[in-house]
């Protein structure tokens, strides 16, 4: 047999892609691993999805995704000119290191992070550093001084669900004029906080986020990033110098509508809340060590097994969680919050185990 494997391109074979968590088919599983929402997405989001499918599917989106950006525009108070979508963060982010990041020099970003940072700089070809997280698994914005051609973290981290405080990414936008700080916020409507009012003090300051996780809508593929007007241009030239149409009507909708739906996105993240502190309470009954989060999920240590075996164990119940590999992290499991029913189950797997 002829290896085929010939007919790709340089630098294919040396590839290391991310591998997203599972998604397993059929029913039955208290999916806990990919830290979506346990609640369905706002009603109105839903019934603007339907509209969208029902007029004018032949036609091209727009390519500017207007509507949808006059929406973020007027709640996150910033010019549309400050706004940017994309397919999930996941491609504005890619898009991201390619405008920003492939400069002279090394990016840095924490060594215990979103593990799609690395895939992305080599991908790209961008040398990167990644700096060690302190012992308590937090970040330091002290140790990220010296030169720098982006900085890159999740706040709150992932997986260690730690926020950072303003200040501090405060003190790292000050300290880097020269390069972007892009500031990955994923998770921060469980309880961080943001870093959107940084942006009128900061023209380097690049805010990302998704409607994959506190807005229930990790199927649609919606992801925004706000920052200054001229950061928003290099990511336009970035998209359409390869795909000008990335959202479609669909997700252009849904999202719209979903946003302007403060009132469920409110009643959800709360829920979400209250169900963690409940969890956090239950897991520490147990003896088992949690680290304080501020996301939809927890980052937790069993006190005898790895977290390769609780994996195991749980997923003999029907519970999915995550695993991590590296000294630091064997012990360390990532578990999302579901519903507190959800979560009863796993501290009652977890008594029994
Ligand atoms: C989930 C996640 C994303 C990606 O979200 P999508 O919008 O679904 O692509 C980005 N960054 C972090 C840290 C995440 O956990």
């Known amino acids: 047999m002829q290896d085929l494997t010939k007919l790709w391109s340089r630098g294919i074979a040396e590839m290391a892609p991310y591998v997203p968590g599972e998604q397993p088919q ?15 997405p706002s009603p109105q989001a839903v019934a603007a999805m339907t509209r969208a499918v029902q007029e004018r599917l032949p036609l091209y989106p727009d390519p500017q995704s ?14 549309v000119e400050s706004t940017f979508v994309g397919n999930g963060s996941d491609e504005v982010l890619a898009m991201a290191f390619r405008a920003f990041f492939q400069r002279e020099g090394d990016i840095l970003f924490p060594d215990v992070t979103y593990s799609f940072y690395p895939v992305y700089a080599r991908f790209w070809g961008i040398p ?6 302190r012992e308590d698994f937090s970040i330091a914005a002290e140790d990220y001084a010296g030169p720098a051609a982006g900085i890159i973290f999740p706040n709150p981290n992932a997986p260690t669900a730690a926020p950072l405080a303003l200040a501090q990414v405060e003190a790292l936008a000050a300290a880097h004029p020269d390069c972007v700080v892009l500031v990955d916020e994923a ?7 943001s870093a959107v009012p940084l942006l009128e003090r900061y023209p380097n300051v690049l805010v990302c986020q998704t409607f994959s996780k506190s807005w229930a809508l990790a199927g649609l593929r919606v992801g925004f990033a706000l920052g200054h007007p001229t950061l928003i241009s290099g990511l ?17 909708a849904g999202a719209a509508a979903a946003l302007q ?9 709360g829920r979400i809340m209250a169900t963690r502190e409940r969890f956090v309470a239950g897991l520490k009954r147990l003896g088992i060590d949690v680290l304080p989060s ?17 994996l195991e164990a749980l997923r003999a119940r029907k519970i999915l969680i995550r695993a991590f590999k590296g000294p630091r992290l064997e012990r360390h499991a990532r578990i999302t919050i579901g519903t507190d029913n959800e979560m009863d189950a796993v501290l009652k797997a977890l008594e029994e185990l």
């Open 294 to 310: 501020a996301a939809n999920f927890v980052f937790a240590a069993h006190p005898t097994l790895s977290s390769r075996e609780l």
């Open 236 to 252: 336009e030239r970035v998209r359409d110098s390869f795909n000008s149409y990335t959202l479609d009507r669909v997700a252009q």
């Open 26 to 40: 059929g029913g039955g599983w208290i999916k806990l691993n990919t830290n979506e929402n346990p609640y369905p």
């Open 261 to 269: 739906d403060e009132a469920w996105f409110q009643k959800t993240c």
């Open 66 to 79: 207007l509507e949808l950006r006059q929406v973020l525009s007027r709640r996150f108070r910033v010019p």
């Open 187 to 193: 998770y921060v409507d469980f309880g961080a906080e």
């Open 128 to 133: 990167f550093r990644a700096i060690p997280l």
